[in-house]
């Protein structure tokens, strides 16, 4: 297999992470641990973001140093993915040295290159969006984003050929995988064909940043920094080793919308112009909304991952997030809606199943499982495409289809239950091998859905394994019909989900 490498944005230290960051890092961590268990070679990166001229600003309202301040919030922000139980191969800081040098030489091969050049530039800059703005970006005067008026800079800095990238772009865009939903590389398409324009990749007003190397009484601008993470930290994550070759141009950038020009577009570019390989490949996805707003600290509708993971534990959080919106698409959010699935998806259809399997297998069988697969059975049937699918979907980052696609098995797994009512079987000695055919389908399938779902909620599936007696490796071969040997000791499971009480609106 390719290696395999995927990345979040690196987030801004301005303030403290919500949902919608955890969202992303969730997603990128789902397709991480789907690959390694696929066999790839994966390595998956998140991080801060430091350089923002916002940062600089909440710093010295707090009356630090950008640095001292960086410092401290940064420590929230790597707990982040921990929590999250995220298995990033590394987590980077803009603010760490390596990275700076290595922005540093980036920018002067772009400079060396001949793509650089100084200007003086006027323009309304919405320090949100860290971006200019032109009057048609504008909605009643003010950044749609941000609900903000923007702020008029002029100063002298350095400019980015990006016009001269236009043909280069679009010959990327040929490639329908480049940028996906599809109607995502239709927007950055037509936002190349629209025409392009230079943008400025220094700033001289400010001193947080890293110094541009051929002029340092300016800073490279918070952008031109940041994107060129994606390459920077496989320099130096390992120290003594560099990673470029093995994973770089097979990256997958995950992002929202919100930042769809600056990675469809710019980062191409600059990367094309520091003769390096674009990316393999961007997949953009909606926001999560509240109330139908996007969620953001600025707008005060902030859901705090961690409370969440504190009621509700990792792996739900987790599951809800791929479960709740299709991903690619926006979609509403509500502690409701991850109340519901809490109960009925995951107390219900799969806590419910392995309690009442393993309490069968107890019961009738004094906890050992006889192997007697049934390789014509439906379960067979219905485990048997269950590895290519899912597989099929990840690699289209259908996040949501291939948890749903799982989830029809969850589904006809509970109906074998009520259909051949073991509780019946278990009546008649007669009937001793059908009732030992019922209780392996319904272990050996719940042992290769708790494979398919690693990649999702971890920790449960490592439960799952462990109450049914099985090896603990997830390997993707596993998720396939008969692969249960004769087992024994299996106890009735303690619920998975316990009963929680519904939350106040
Ligand atoms: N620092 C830049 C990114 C630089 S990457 C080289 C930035 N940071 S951010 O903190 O604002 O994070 C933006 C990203 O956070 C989005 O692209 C998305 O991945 C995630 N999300 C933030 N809010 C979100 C939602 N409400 N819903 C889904 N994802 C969201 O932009």
Redesign the pocket.
Known sequence: MEPFYVT?????VNSTP????A??TIAADILARNQRQRGAKAFFLTGV?EH?AKVARVAAEQGLSPQAYADQIAVVWRDLPERLNASNDFFIRTSDPEHKQFVQKFLQRLFDNGHIYQDVYSGLYCVGC?AFKTEADLVDGKCPEHDREPEWIEERNWFFRLASFEQELLQLYERDDFVLPGFRANEARSFIEGGLQDFSISRAGQTWGIPIPWDTDSVAY??AD??V??VSALAYARPGQDLIPTFWPQVRH??????LR??CVY?PALLLGAGYEPPRQLFV?????LDDR???KSLGNVVDPLDLIDVYGVDPVRFWCARAVSFGQDGAASILGIHERYERELGNDLGNLLSRTTAMVARYRGGTLRASPSPDGSIANAIRPLASDVAASLDEFDLTGALERIWEVVRILNREVETTAPWQLAKDPLLADDLDRVLYDLVDGLRAVAVALAAYIPTTADAILAALRQPTGIEWANVAYGLTAETHAIEPATPLFPRLDAPVE
């Open positions: 979040t944005p690196i987030y801004y919500h949902i919608g960051h969202y992303t973001d923002a860290e918070v952008w940041a994107l993470n994606y995950l992002l929202a919308k919100d930042i600056f990675h980062w996805h909606g926001y999560l909304l996007k969620i953001s």
